[in-house]
């Protein structure tokens, strides 16, 4: 995910050298978008994420950590040898007694070397919300998470990346490895070394892996203006602080991958929903509830990414974003949620090889 982490070293800490660009220090009233106030509860059972190193280049243990309950798996690793490779998920059954893991969801996709791709794929399988399996351990048993992952060669240069919500029984240990072509993953793992964390430290475990949004107030296009939602800035959203489970270090997930966001929105009359992103190329996708209908929505749709022609803010207007305030511009490069009347829900991940932050804005219709 090093593009989001090149854009976070960058924007978050205010981009002060653009000079070319329209600052709208007046703006037109109807150019203003104001932040809507939002109730937010972190809720749900453990994200164990593994992103780091994100470029390998030795065989290993990519992160490892015990688990009970429910839980996300998340793997995103690039193979940067100069030979193919695997990657597996191994898990452990560490009870001592009889244990199943029933997996609820799951995206997985072949490796590639186009990063958007993959990112933009695996989300939309994962949001689509098809997948199910089980898995039955005796004592001390020792199985892949899916078989698949043992039959996928991941070449040089390519990425690989997956995410599956799951329920254990009871304790497991979840080992995400890259290892050899020819050799069995159960059987690497007893001699493996677990390898350090790049630069960018994404992986650890977090508690409560899904994060709530809800508006406080009632959404009104006639008298309200365009409002939004501001996420994976770590200012109005915080980034979740977790342990790496290797060393007992305190890590910070960078971007909240993994982390499901369902946002519960109401409207008076019938609204305009938009993704907007604000931190360069973007590919994903979202799942939308509403009037007991279900689906999913590429972001964006109709072609794989956007958002590579949306130029940084200048300081003033990231400040101004800050205070609550944000400004509408012909710069903006949008993805359509759909129109919707009363209660509609989103569920949003931050998907992998995208930039952050995003948008989430609602307007009159017109």
């Keep these: 995910m090093n593009w989001a982490k090149k854009f976070f070293v960058t924007a978050i800490t205010l981009i002060t050298s653009i000079t070319a660009l329209p600052v709208f220090a007046k703006p037109f009233e109807s150019e203003i978008m104001r932040r809507l106030p939002v109730e937010v509860e972190d809720t749900g059972g453990t994200l164990i994420f593994s992103d780091s190193p994100e470029y390998v280049t030795r065989d290993g243990i990519l992160y490892t950590d015990t688990v009970k309950g429910e839980a996300r798996i998340l793997f995103y690793h690039l193979n ?66 899916q078989q698949k992952m043992d039959k996928t060669i991941i070449k040089p240069g390519q990425l690989i ?56 107030n009632e959404y009104n296009p006639a008298t309200d203006g365009i409002g939004y939602v501001l996420l994976c800035d770590d200012a109005t959203d915080l980034f979740k602080r977790g342990i790496d489970a290797t060393d007992g270090v305190e890590v910070v997930n960078a971007g909240n991958y993994g982390v499901n966001y369902i946002l519960n929105f109401e409207t008076k009359a019938e609204t305009r929903f938009c993704l907007v992103p604000l931190g360069g190329t973007y590919a994903g996708a979202m799942r939308y509830i509403y009037n007991q209908h279900k689906g999913t929505i590429p972001t964006p749709r109709g072609k794989l990414y956007f958002g590579d022609n949306t130029p940084p803010e200048p300081e003033e207007v990231a400040r101004e974003r800050e205070k609550g305030k944000a400004f509408w511009t012909n710069y903006f490069e949008i993805s359509e949620l ?26 009159p219709t017109d």
């Excluded at 893991?101 to 799951?106: K, L």
């Design 80 to 145: 940067n040898t100069k030979v193919p490779k695997k990657l597996a998920v191994v898990v452990e059954n560490i009870s001592g007694g009889v244990n199943t893991i029933e997996i609820t969801r799951g995206g997985f996709c072949a490796p590639s070397d186009n990063f958007l791709w993959v990112g933009k794929e695996t989300q939309l399988k994962y949001m689509k919300n098809q997948f199910r399996d089980t898995i039955r351990f005796i004592k001390n048993g020792r199985k892949l998470f």
């Design 161 to 216: 990346y997956g995410v599956y919500d799951f329920k254990a029984s009871d304790t497991v240990r979840i080992s995400v490895l890259m290892y050899p072509v020819n050799v069995n993953p159960l059987n690497f793992i007893n001699d493996a070394e677990i390898l350090p964390r790049d630069e960018y430290q994404l992986r650890g475990t977090f508690k409560n892996m899904n994060r709530v949004i809800k508006l406080k």
């Design 338 to 363: 759909g129109n919707y009347s009363g209660k509609v829900s989103f569920e949003y991940s931050p998907p992998g090889a995208s930039n952050l932050p995003v948008h989430i804005i609602l307007m």
